[in-house]
């Protein structure tokens, strides 16, 4: 009988995990010891983003060509995922970095692109995604913000909600109605400096704290024709094209979140004494650790199997996306869940920072598209 030599097939390159080593080193080292003052204090965290803006992290979301790393899809997951193992809010920065820009890369014109890509990939700017309406979260359709065109301009009216990155963004990538009769939308990069263009509340959240999101108000903000992303009305198509890839980030989020609470838990119940022994030698808590590590790790074969998908352009992508994030992100909450209950009392105090780590994951059922649309789109694939 021969054998086969097949290649690993689970290899990642040694420049990504170098890479990888760094920002875990930044994360572990320098943002970690932030992490539950920027909890407490729900303040944007302006120094870690100084930081990953020097160490060029904020710049692998773009190619070379616009001054990023170039690096791809699955070394800006693996970055996401360690910094959000130690705090969930800084992970957000690197998220909303690439969200906030991807549709200029995907379906700007090359004009746009050189105007704002360069300064986005050095973190001298900060881009914000508004999708999202009062009336409007999971159905795009029922969106009621408006954009008319008056000669070589647009003037945009409407209020959007739920925008991470709300009052610190530079730019917002807002989508309007363009075509009333067919409620069809177009999509526009709006700058934050614009007349007529506001916040007008923040929300206080259960998690996420160090990230702000609010309400971008706009009242006759007028931009010019050049601000209009890819083609008029096709806004949807932009916002899918974006949300398909993103949504990666929430995944990645949530992997780092999983591993970052089952690490803790894990190391806790090493020192935590019961009944004369470690924890970690009651079979009932051995187990729940066991069901920890294997979920997380299965979360993390998912989404980088999705990532390398994106990275060697395979079509149809959104299937793997969608399980990716649906996966990770259900995980992240048994995981937190579990975390705490390893802790018992100690977990549910906010000395420790699995309590945190609970409150943080939630939300990654819900945004770059809520669990239940996950489902929808993974449903869809299967049935086309």
């Given at each position: 009988?021969?054998?086969?030599?097949?290649?690993?097939?689970?290899?990642?390159?040694?420049?990504?995990?170098?890479?990888?080593?760094?920002?875990?080193?930044?994360?572990?080292?320098?943002?970690?010891p932030r992490a539950g003052e920027i909890d407490r204090?729900?303040?944007?965290?302006?120094?870690?983003?100084?930081?990953?803006?020097?160490?060029?992290?904020?710049?692998?979301?773009?190619?070379?060509?616009?001054?990023?790393?170039?690096?791809?899809?699955?070394?800006?997951?693996?970055?996401?995922?360690?910094?959000?193992?130690?705090?969930?809010?800084?992970?957000?920065?690197?998220?909303?970095?690439?969200?906030?820009?991807?549709?200029?890369?995907?379906?700007?014109?090359?004009?746009?692109?050189?105007?704002?890509?360069?300064?986005?990939?050095?973190?001298?700017?900060?881009?914000?995604?508004?999708?999202?309406?009062?009336?409007?979260?999971?159905?795009?359709?029922?969106?009621?913000?408006?954009?008319?065109?008056?000669?070589?301009?647009?003037?945009?009216?409407?209020?959007?909600?739920?925008?991470?990155?709300?009052?610190?963004?530079?730019?917002?990538?807002?989508?309007?109605?363009?075509?009333?009769?067919?409620?069809?939308?177009?999509?526009?990069?709006?700058?934050?400096?614009?007349?007529?263009?506001?916040?007008?509340?923040?929300?206080?959240?259960?998690?996420?704290?160090?990230?702000?999101?609010?309400?971008?108000?706009?009242?006759?903000?007028?931009?010019?024709?050049?601000?209009?992303?890819?083609?008029?009305?096709?806004?949807?198509?932009?916002?899918?094209?974006?949300?398909?890839?993103?949504?990666?980030?929430?995944?990645?989020?949530?992997?780092?979140?999983?591993?970052?609470?089952?690490?803790?838990?894990?190391?806790?119940?090493?020192?935590?004494?019961?009944?004369?022994?470690?924890?970690?030698?009651?079979?009932?808590?051995?187990?729940?650790?066991?069901?920890?590590?294997?979920?997380?790790?299965?979360?993390?074969?998912?989404?980088?199997?999705?990532?390398?998908?994106?990275?060697?352009?395979?079509?149809?992508?959104?299937?793997?996306?969608?399980?990716?994030?649906?996966?990770?992100?259900?995980?992240?909450?048994?995981?937190?869940?579990?975390?705490?209950?390893?802790?018992?009392?100690?977990?549910?105090?906010?000395?420790?920072?699995?309590?945190?780590?609970?409150?943080?994951?939630?939300?990654?059922?819900?945004?770059?598209?809520?669990?239940?649309?996950?489902?929808?789109?993974?449903?869809?694939?299967?049935?086309?």
């Open positions: 009988m021969t054998t086969t030599a097949f290649p690993d097939l689970y290899d990642i390159p040694q420049e990504l995990l170098d890479f990888r080593d760094l920002v875990r080193q930044l994360a572990q080292e320098q943002i970690a204090a729900a303040e944007y965290p302006w120094d870690v983003r100084r930081l990953l803006a020097e160490q060029d992290v904020l710049g692998l979301p773009f190619g070379t060509e616009h001054g990023g790393t170039g690096t791809g899809t699955l070394m800006l997951q693996m970055a996401v995922e360690e910094i959000a193992k130690v705090c969930a809010s800084s992970a957000l920065i690197l998220m909303l970095q690439e969200l906030g820009s991807l549709p200029i890369s995907l379906f700007g014109s090359e004009e746009m692109k050189e105007q704002w890509l360069p300064r986005f990939a050095s973190g001298e700017l900060a881009p914000a995604f508004a999708l999202s309406e009062p009336e409007a979260g999971s159905d795009p359709a029922a969106m009621r913000t408006t954009a008319v065109r008056e000669g070589d301009e647009w003037v945009l009216n409407g209020t959007k909600n739920w925008i991470s990155n709300a009052g610190v963004a530079d730019t917002y990538v807002v989508f309007a109605i363009t075509d009333r009769e067919n409620r069809r939308s177009s999509a526009f990069l709006v700058e934050a400096d614009r007349e007529g263009f506001s916040i007008g509340n923040y929300e206080h959240k259960l998690g996420i704290k160090g990230s702000p999101t609010g309400s971008p108000v706009m009242e006759d903000v007028r931009i010019p024709h050049e601000n209009l992303i890819g083609v008029e009305g096709k806004g949807l198509s932009v916002a899918l094209g974006t949300l398909e890839r993103t949504r990666l980030g929430a995944a990645a989020q949530a992997v780092g979140i999983a591993q970052g609470a089952t690490d803790y838990a894990n190391e806790y119940a090493k020192e935590r004494i019961a009944f004369g022994k470690p924890i970690n030698q009651l079979q009932g808590l051995q187990f729940k650790l066991a069901d920890m590590e294997t979920g997380t790790a299965a979360a993390r074969e998912l989404l980088y199997k999705a990532c390398t998908m994106v990275d060697r352009g395979t079509p149809n992508v959104g299937k793997y996306t969608s399980m990716a994030k649906l996966f990770a992100s259900d995980n992240a909450m048994r995981v937190t869940l579990d975390a705490i209950q390893v802790l018992g009392g100690y977990g549910y105090v906010n000395e420790y920072p699995v309590e945190r780590m609970m409150r943080d994951a939630k939300i990654t059922q819900i945004y770059e598209g809520t669990n239940e649309i996950q489902r929808v789109v993974i449903a869809r694939a299967m049935t086309a």
